[in-house]
């Protein structure tokens, strides 16, 4: 009975209007953590924007992807370079070891005959680059 009473048109809309709601909601928030994490605004810029997001939410928001859409862009990027860093810091400390270690293992390696010059030449380019 409810197929019947709800036409597959409004049912779309409806699905709209929901998709909408929710990437609004996403933006806003995504937004509002770029304002809080931006180290190239000062206080009263972020207090500022931060009123006007609030007050006018749509135009806001449209605003400010308009006038800070790349500096939103390079702080996501910043972000993910420094965790690309960290990662890459946590796991060479793990490993146990530095360059020099790797590449006295590598020559040790040689010497016994477990790899061949070849392979211990790329092996050392890999590990200087």
């Known amino acids: 009975m409810l197929g019947y009473s709800?036409?597959?048109?409004?049912?779309?809309?409806?699905?709209?209007w929901f998709f909408c709601f929710?990437?609004?909601?996403?933006?806003?928030?995504?937004?509002?953590?770029?304002?809080?994490r931006s180290h190239d605004m000062g206080g009263w810029a972020k207090a500022g924007w931060l009123i006007f997001i609030i007050?006018?939410?749509?135009?806001g928001i449209l605003i400010y992807l308009i006038a800070r859409g790349g500096k939103m862009a390079e702080?996501?990027?910043?972000?993910?370079?420094?965790?690309?860093?960290?990662?890459k810091s946590?796991?060479?400390?793990?490993?146990?070891g530095s360059t020099a270690d790797e590449l006295s293992k590598l020559a040790s390696l040689r010497d016994?005959?477990?790899?061949t010059d070849a392979e211990f030449q790329a092996q050392k380019t890999k590990l200087l680059s």
Request: proline letters at 4%; charged letters at 15%.
């Open 6 to 16: 709800y036409p597959l048109l409004s049912i779309f809309w409806t699905m709209l």
């Open 55 to 59: 007050i006018l939410p749509l135009l």
């Open 75 to 87: 702080h996501r990027m910043a972000e993910a370079r420094q965790q690309d860093e960290a990662f």
């Open 112 to 115: 016994s005959g477990v790899i």
């Open 90 to 96: 946590y796991v060479k400390d793990v490993s146990g």
């Open 22 to 36: 929710f990437a609004f909601i996403w933006l806003f928030v995504l937004i509002v953590m770029d304002i809080f």
